[in-house]
Structure formats: C-alpha cells, structure tokens
C-alpha cells in the first residue's frame, strides 16, 4: 500500500463517515524523498476498501492565501455535486469539513486536518460537505482535485463561523491580524438556513 489512511473524529469523539486523511509513503536517502501523490490504479483500491466509490476526478485546483485567509466553507450542489482531495503543496493550513448530509449520524459536526508541506498529507472530502481552510503559515498554496466541475449556479457557501457547528479554529486573531474573507464567504448564510433547504 503506497498510502496510510486513517478516518477522523468529531469534537465529541465520533467517527465521521467519509472523509479520510491520507499519508503518502515517502521513499527517502540522503538525497531527499520520493512519493507517488496520485496514482488512479491506488486512489479506487483506496476508496473500495472504505465503502466509497470512485468519481473521476476532473479538475486540478491550485490557490495562493496570505496568513489569516479563510476560504470557505463551501460546496457544490445537485447536478454538479463535488468531492474534492486537499493538499497543501507550501506552507500550512488547518483544514475543515462540515457534515451536511440530513440522514448522516454526524450532520452538522465538523473534522479538520492540519495539512502542510512538511507532513505531506491530504484530506479527502465527500459531497455532502462545506469544505474551508484558514492559512496558518505567512503563506500557503493549496492544491485540490475535484470529482465536478465548477457551477456557479450550484456553488454555495456556509459561514465560518456558525454558532451551531462551532468550529474551533486554531488561534485568535486581533485588531491588527484579522480573519481575511472574501465578501462573499462574509455573507455566506448559517447552518440553520442551509438545513432547511435539504441540499444532501
């Protein structure tokens, strides 16, 4: 097996269904290392052995954040529904997702996974969760490849920081280094609203 998989667990001690944190198997010498961070062959092994099935995956993205940025949290809804695998390529970031799925044991809990250049790992995400990451390091670029493509009409967006879900996201920032969000994710509606609309 070229990768080590683990599931991750809610605030509370729950197993989440779906997502999973994958460690690649570095090959190193004194020269540096070597690994496979994408093989299809593996990727399918990989999600048949967990219960999932494999989605193409169609699009490769790659994002740039300064320190304080929080993207997210978003998702993709019905016809283009997105499942996406996260890495962090430069830097660090703490990654999150958010269960959305109305018939899931954990709808409404949230994982997270600290993804760097250092520890190489990466996170997969099913449909049925908002996804968002908040840059840690002075700066961080972000690659994930995405089983749809993107859709305006279907992108949606939950806020940061709901009361209800309750993220605990790692440090506080202060009047001089603030949470950097588009206006967008600024105006993203609440866990409560999205509920209501029976998304997944």
């Known amino acids: 097996m070229k990768f080590e998989v683990s599931s991750l667990l809610t605030k509370d001690k729950k197993i989440i269904d779906g997502p999973l944190l994958i460690s690649p198997k570095r090959f190193e010498d004194p020269r540096g290392f070597f690994l496979e961070e ?12 967990n219960g999932q099935n494999y989605n193409k995956l169609v699009q490769d993205n790659l994002s740039k954040s300064s320190q304080g940025v929080l993207r997210g949290l978003h998702f993709q809804i019905n016809p283009y529904p997105q499942s996406k695998l996260v890495r962090c390529i430069s830097g660090e970031i703490f990654d999150v997702a958010v269960d959305l799925r109305k018939n899931s044991q954990t709808f409404g809990k949230w994982i997270f996974a600290t993804l760097s250049s250092e520890n190489l790992n990466q996170l997969w995400i099913p449909d049925g969760f908002a996804h968002g990451f908040l840059t840690l390091s002075d700066s961080a670029l972000v690659q994930y490849k995405v089983t749809n493509y993107w859709s305006k009409e279907c992108e949606k967006s939950l806020i940061w920081n709901d009361k209800e879900v309750d993220i605990d996201w790692p440090f506080e920032f202060n009047e001089k280094n603030k949470i950097k969000l588009s206006k967008k994710d600024e105006e993203a509606p609440t866990f409560n609203e999205i509920s209501k609309l029976n998304f997944f």
Not at 38 to 49: D, T
């Open 38 to 49: 994408w093989n299809e062959f593996e990727w399918i092994k990989l999600l048949k052995e």
